[in-house]
């Protein structure tokens, strides 16, 4: 009698421990699904906000037209099927490498004229899903986004955008929401005018070449002569640059003068040549007469407009702002 009485109370035993293990079973499975509603989504808009945010401001973008072997970061003067990344940042100066001059970001200083493409561009739902893949917003799942420039004192309450004329310089998206979470993101920037380079060529039938250019406010002007851009090596001691600025503060003062006549090491080391910072400072207006006379070399250089939103942004001639990232 004491034998089924000891096998019953196993049974039992084994029986409640069998249900005890069900029970936990069942419950570690629905505890989850039981919180689920209140989860945050922040675990993973996080990381979307902060890389959109670092691709705006740290990126130049890239384009590519695959058919032709050309691309580069200018994609704002492109055609849309070709450009591959949109970016604000400016191209980045290094006078020691011209190759790396249009391939580099200066990194939260934002190009007034990628900023002006991007806010055009977003004119209706097919622009506004282009802008969305070329930030990769539609890898994982597709996200919305809101894009603007705003003032360093604007709040979620009362945002106050860097207006370019009665419009927000970038204001582009989607409406953000009040009712869905919305992770928000900010990078301190600030914005440079437009730049731009360009190349100036002797022909075959002279040795001499000018132009003349008329530059608004300008924060740097870079000239570059390489070792392939003396026209005749039989005259190579005769290649000579000069640059002369004539504007209202001050009469054709020679910048920069530059030549290898008579055996001066001016122009034969190649490299960039640029307007001393003195000058830019004291004498650049808000337009600039600027002549440039070559002889016997090629060419390059490259200016860069103080932005036309300084006063607006900050009295300064490179404003602060925030570029200011949601998504949902």
């Not at 293990?21 to 699904?33: H, K």
């Not at 450009?83 to 249009?102: D, T």
């Not at 003062?253 to 004291?282: C, R």
Request: charged residues 15%; hydrophobic residues 40%; contains cysteine.
């Amino acid at each position: 009698m004491h034998s089924s009485e000891g096998a019953q109370s196993s049974i039992d035993f084994l029986t409640g421990v069998v249900i005890f293990m069900l029970t936990l079973t069942y419950l570690m499975v629905q505890i989850p699904s039981i919180f689920a509603p209140f989860q945050t989504q922040s675990t993973d808009l996080q990381p979307v906000a902060y890389r959109t945010g670092m691709i705006l401001v740290e990126d130049a973008g890239w384009w590519n037209d695959c058919g032709n072997g050309q691309g580069g970061t200018n994609w704002e003067n492109v055609s849309r099927d070709n450009v591959c990344r949109v970016g604000l940042a400016a191209n980045k100066h290094n006078p020691s490498n011209f190759s790396e001059l249009m391939n580099r970001g200066k990194i939260c200083v934002l190009s007034e004229n990628k900023i002006k493409a991007l806010n055009l561009a977003c004119t209706n739902q097919t622009t506004h899903n282009w802008i969305r893949d070329r930030l990769g917003l539609n890898i994982t799942r597709i996200y919305a986004y809101n894009i603007s420039l705003q003032h360093l004192n604007s709040t979620t309450a009362e945002p106050m955008f860097i207006p370019n004329n009665t419009h927000p310089a970038l204001c582009i998206g989607n409406r953000i929401p009040k009712t869905t979470e919305v992770e928000k993101m900010e990078r301190l920037v600030a914005i440079e005018g437009d730049s731009e380079a360009r190349r100036m060529n002797l022909d075959d039938s002279t040795n001499t070449s000018s132009i003349n250019l008329i530059l608004p406010e300008l924060s740097s002007f870079v000239i570059r002569v390489g070792p392939g851009d003396f026209h005749d090596a039989n005259r190579t001691a005769d290649a000579r640059v000069n640059v002369t600025l004539n504007n209202t503060k001050h009469n054709n003062i020679s910048v920069i003068n530059k030549h290898n006549e008579s055996g001066i090491s001016g122009l034969y080391v190649a490299g960039w040549h640029a307007f001393n910072k003195t000058v830019i400072d004291s004498y650049l207006c808000n337009s600039n007469n600027i002549t440039i006379n070559a002889a016997w070399c090629n060419v390059s250089y490259m200016w860069v407009n103080r932005s036309n939103w300084g006063k607006s942004a900050a009295n300064s001639s490179m404003p602060s702002a925030k570029l200011v990232v949601c998504i949902w």
